[in-house]
C-alpha cells in the first residue's frame, strides 16, 4: 500500500504545555482514518500540524517520500494537496456557493474560471448542492454550508481531505445529510482522515480508528477491535462515557 502522509515522532507544544507527545501513524492511499477521543485531547493541533496550520515543534511530516518539514520545501504547494473541512465552515461570506468553490481554484491553482466552474459544478452535484450555485451563504443551512465546503475542498482535488468534527456544530437534524455525503466520499476512495464524535459513523466507514488521549496515540486499529474490544482501559472508558451520552 501506497503510503499518503506518514506522521514520524511528530510533537507539539505550546510554551511548556506539551499537547502532542511522539505521534506516530500514517494514512494510505484511499484509506479513511478516524480520530477519536476526548475534548482537549489533541486532536484538532495534530490536524492543523498535518496541514501546517501549526508549525510542529518535532518530528517528520513524510509526503511523497520526503519530509515536509525541512527548511527547502514548497509549503503552499504540500497545502494544496490537503483538503480541510472545519467544524464553522469558514466559507466566503461576500462569495456566493460557486465563486467559494472556484476561487481557490483559480487564485491558488491557476486555472482558468471556466475549468473552475467546471469543476466546481462537478463537487457541488456530488454533495448535493448543484441547484445553489447562485446562493450566498447566509441563505443556506449549516448543513448545506458544510456541504458547500466540502465541495470546496474537493475543488483542489487534494490527495486527502482532513475534516475536523464537520458535523458537531450542526442542528441534530442536519448531521445525517452531511455524514451521508462523507460516507459516499468514502466509498469513492477518497483518502479520508477524520477526527469525529459520531462514534457508529466512525465506526461504519473507517479502515481505522486512531484513539487519542492527552496528547498521546492511546490506541490504534479497526473499528471492530476498537469499538468492541479494546485492549486499553483508557479506551474502554472513553467509549463507555461516550455511548452512554449518545
Ligand atoms: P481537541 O481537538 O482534541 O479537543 P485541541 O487540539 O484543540 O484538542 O487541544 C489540545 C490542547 O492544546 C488543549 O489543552 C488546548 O488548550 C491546547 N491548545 C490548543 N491550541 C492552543 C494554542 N493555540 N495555544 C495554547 N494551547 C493550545
Ligand atoms: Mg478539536
Known amino acids: 500500500m501506497e503510503k499518503v502522509i506518514d506522521i514520524q515522532h511528530l510533537s507539539k507544544s505550546y510554551g511548556a504545555h506539551e499537547v502532542l507527545k511522539d505521534i506516530n501513524f500514517s494514512v494510505e492511499k484511499g484509506e479513511v482514518v478516524s480520530i477519536i477521543g476526548s475534548s482537549g485531547s489533541g486532536k484538532s493541533t495534530l490536524l492543523r500540524c498535518v496541514n501546517l496550520l501549526e508549525r510542529p515543534t518535532g518530528g517528520a511530516i513524510i509526503y511523497n517520500g520526503e519530509n515536509i518539514l525541512d527548511d527547502k520545501h514548497d509549503l503552499n504547494q504540500y497545502r494544496t494537496k490537503l483538503g480541510m473541512v472545519f467544524q464553522h465552515f469558514n466559507l466566503f461570506n461576500n462569495l456566493n456557493v460557486l465563486g ?6 483559480v487564485q491558488v491553482l491557476k486555472r482558468s474560471k471556466l475549468e473552475a466552474e467546471s469543476i466546481a459544478r462537478k463537487y457541488l452535484s456530488v ?6 450555485i447562485n446562493a450566498k ?4 443551512s449549516g448543513g448545506q454550508k458544510q456541504r458547500v465546503a466540502i465541495a470546496r475542498a474537493l475543488s483542489m482535488e487534494p490527495d486527502v481531505m482532513l475534516f475536523d468534527e464537520p458535523t458537531s456544530a450542526l442542528d441534530p437534524e442536519m448531521v ?3 455524514l451521508k455525503v462523507m460516507k459516499e466520499l468514502a466509498n469513492t476512495g477518497l483518502t479520508m482522515l477524520i477526527v469525529t464524535h459520531e462514534m457508529e459513523f466512525a465506526r461504519e466507514v473507517s479502515d481505522r480508528v486512531v484513539f487519542m488521549d492527552k496528547g498521546v496515540i492511546a490506541e490504534a486499529g479497526s473499528p471492530e477491535q476498537i469499538f468492541s474490544n479494546p485492549n486499553e482501559e483508557r479506551t474502554r472508558e472513553f467509549l463507555k462515557r461516550t455511548l452512554k451520552q449518545g
Open 137 to 140: 451563504p447566509k441563505h443556506l
Open 176 to 178: 445525517g445529510e452531511v
Open 127 to 132: 454533495v448535493g448542492m448543484e441547484q445553489y
Open 100 to 105: 467559494n468553490c472556484t476561487v481557490g481554484q
